[in-house]
Nanobody, 120 residues
Framework: QVQLVESGGGLVETGDSLSLSCAAA????????MAWYRQYPGQNLISQRA???????????NYADFAKGRFTISRDNAKNTIGLTMDALKPEDTAIYYC??????????WGQGTQVTVSS
């Protein structure tokens, strides 16, 4: 049973914006804070996935330092989806982006992620 499906990635240029989306199974979405994580090129371990941002069931948000001021996380409770809008993208934002519950040690089965590539 697929529980998390990420989409919206692509190839963009430095300074561009991109919006990602994650569709979650209702039993995951409604009961948990949700988060975005990312995995940099050349890394293969789940433990290496870096936390990007969190949104609680109450809508409160929290961001990693590198995401503050550039990324915006959102959740649509009617559609069981979370979004990540990324502005002013940099080459170092190149990664595979995943969504899952927060904190990561409570993660459910990971989806395939969505690739974001920022060219310089």
């Amino acid at each position: 049973q697929v529980q998390l499906v990420e989409s919206g990635g692509g190839l963009v240029e430095t300074g561009d914006s991109l919006s990602l989306s994650c569709a979650a199974a209702p039993d995951i979405f409604t009961k948990n804070p949700m988060a975005w994580y990312r995995q940099y090129p050349g890394q293969n371990l789940i433990s290496q996935r870096a936390w990007v941002a969190t949104i609680g069931t109450d809508g409160r948000t929290n961001y990693a330092d590198f995401a503050k001021g550039r990324f915006t996380i959102s959740r649509d409770n009617a559609k069981n989806t979370i979004g990540l809008t990324m502005d002013a993208l940099k080459p170092e934002d190149t990664a595979i982006y995943y969504c899952n519950v927060h904190p990561k040690f409570r993660a459910r089965s990971w989806g395939q992620g969505t690739q974001v590539t920022v060219s310089s």
